[in-house]
């Protein structure tokens, strides 16, 4: 099974700084015959289901800000707020989906 | 309008057995791969099973394999997970969620369904 690893646990940032949540893949989740990366991000709010935020690692889906902005290839990836908003205070989830679905452990995201 | 919503969650002694299922509408049901995760009490995201469009192949994670069962009524619109043999760690909301892509990522979720497993 692919092990998804979330750096830090938890971040603290100042409004309208920017935030970095960092996602890594015990194996690459790069697909070689379509150049994809099988990656998705979510956001969780408290009392929420998650909320699909970027998939194929880079890709917003329709209706995010585009403040929120997905990197990365292969074993290492990168979620990025570019400045750090209220409603952006949740936990976020990076998921493979290159084999059987797994999902990091979270980063959990306030305002300084 | 997408809409999921899970129901039969509730309070179950260890051992015992309980149907979760999952409502869907608002698109062609038939179509698309389905997933439960699921969520313990102040913890991260697990995911549990998938089933692909008819029902014919399916996926467990570790945790559940064996003790849990994923099925489809595609003529009813409905996701079913049968979970026997409860523990008190499968304690956990249960969320079903459609894919967005073949078997991939998870565009639409419900709101959840709490099951509880304790004496």
């Known amino acids: 099974d692919i092990v998804m690893t979330q750096s830090p646990d938890s971040l603290a940032v100042s409004l309208g700084e920017r935030a970095t949540i960092n996602c890594k893949s015990s194996q690459s989740v790069l697909y070689s015959s379509n150049n994809k990366n099988y990656l998705a991000w979510y956001q969780q709010k408290p009392g929420q289901p998650p909320k699909l935020l970027i998939y194929?690692?880079?890709t917003r889906e329709s209706g995010v800000p585009d403040r929120f902005s997905g990197s990365g290839s292969g074993t290492d990836f990168t979620l990025t707020i570019s400045s750090l908003q209220a409603e952006d205070v949740a936990v976020y989830y990076c998921q493979q989906y290159y084999s059987t679905p797994g999902f990091g452990q979270g980063t959990r995201l306030e305002i300084k | 309008e997408v809409q999921l919503v899970e129901s039969g969650g509730g309070l179950v002694q260890p051992g015992g057995s309980l149907r979760l299922s999952c409502a869907a509408s608002g698109f062609t049901f038939s179509s698309y791969w389905m997933h439960w995760v699921r969520q313990a009490p102040g913890k991260g995201l697990v995911w549990v099973s998938r089933?692909?469009?008819?029902?014919?192949?399916?996926s467990y994670a570790d945790s559940v394999k064996g003790r849990f069962t994923i099925s489809r009524d595609n003529a009813k619109n409905t996701l079913y997970l049968q979970m026997n043999s409860l523990r008190a760690e499968d304690t956990a909301v249960y969320y079903c969620?459609?894919?967005?892509?073949?078997?991939?990522?998870?565009?639409?979720w419900g709101q959840g369904t709490l099951v509880t497993v304790s004496s």
């Open positions: 194929w690692a880079s």
């Open positions: 969620a459609r894919v967005g892509y073949s078997s991939g990522w998870l565009l639409y």
């Open positions: 089933i692909n469009s008819d029902g014919s192949s399916t």
